[in-house]
């Protein structure tokens, strides 16, 4: 029978292992696809920013023509009202004067202010984007927290043949093992939300055996 219950034990131990192992190469997965989705929807946003720019463009440069021509239809009918060398002097003073009055228009400025407002959004979406991706400051390697003498376990709690435990794993801090966590990291004591369901005592956390591993934390990254 204890060989029978030795047997089942080790089976959950290296089931735990090979699940934590599996979660955590997902976790990677997801992140960097998160990632790579935050860059398509960045590159799309960038390139709707450079297609409107030249929309813009392309109507100031209607607008400019549109106002040479009227430039132009004026100086002719300013000529052909003229009767003297003196007044079609004046009509080509005045076409010279509107025609640069055409070309100060500040449509083309216009465009580039709205494009690099719309850059710098599409820029600040993609680090919030980003910020979204990123892992929780529970979250730690297990490589990382064991070599800090941390215990990278998942959250265990109930009686030995109803224990039940958490989905993820985490760096185990203090307890009646003192266990400590990685540099940058603390150990917080506030993880009732993280059971999976909720403790009835203040010492109820344990592994997959039923140890007690007394008032335990986790470690969360400072900063």
């Known amino acids: 029978m204890k060989k029978n219950v030795i047997y089942i034990a080790i089976a959950l131990i290296s089931i735990v292992f090979l699940a934590s192992l599996v979660f955590a190469l997902s976790q990677k997965a997801q992140v960097s696809g998160c990632k790579a989705n935050c860059t398509s929807i960045s590159r799309n946003e960038t390139k709707i920013c450079n297609e409107d720019y030249k929309a813009c463009r392309t ?17 002719h009918s300013c000529l052909g009202n003229c009767s003297s060398r003196w007044c079609s002097r004046d009509c080509s003073k005045q076409r010279i004067i509107e025609r640069k009055e055409c070309g ?6 216009d465009c580039r202010n709205i494009r690099d407002n ?3 959004s599409a820029k600040a979406n993609f680090s919030a984007c980003k910020d979204l ?26 009686p030995y043949f109803d224990i039940v435990c958490s989905k993820e794993s985490y760096c185990i801090c203090d307890g009646k093992t003192n266990y400590t966590c990685p540099e940058n990291y603390t150990c917080n004591k506030d993880i009732e939300e993280f059971l999976p369901r909720k403790a009835q005592a203040p010492e109820v956390y344990k592994d997959l ?15």
């Open 133 to 158: 991706c990123e892992l929780s400051p529970f979250e730690i390697s297990e490589e990382d927290c064991e070599n800090a003498s941390g215990f990278f376990y998942k959250l265990c709690n109930g």
């Open 59 to 75: 109507e100031c440069r209607e607008e400019k023509k549109a106002c040479l021509d009227e430039t132009q239809q004026k100086f």
């Open 118 to 120: 719309c850059t710098e």
């Open 209 to 223: 055996l039923g140890n007690d591993l007394g008032n335990i934390g986790i470690c969360k990254k400072t900063g």
């Open 104 to 109: 100060k228009s500040e449509c083309l400025l």
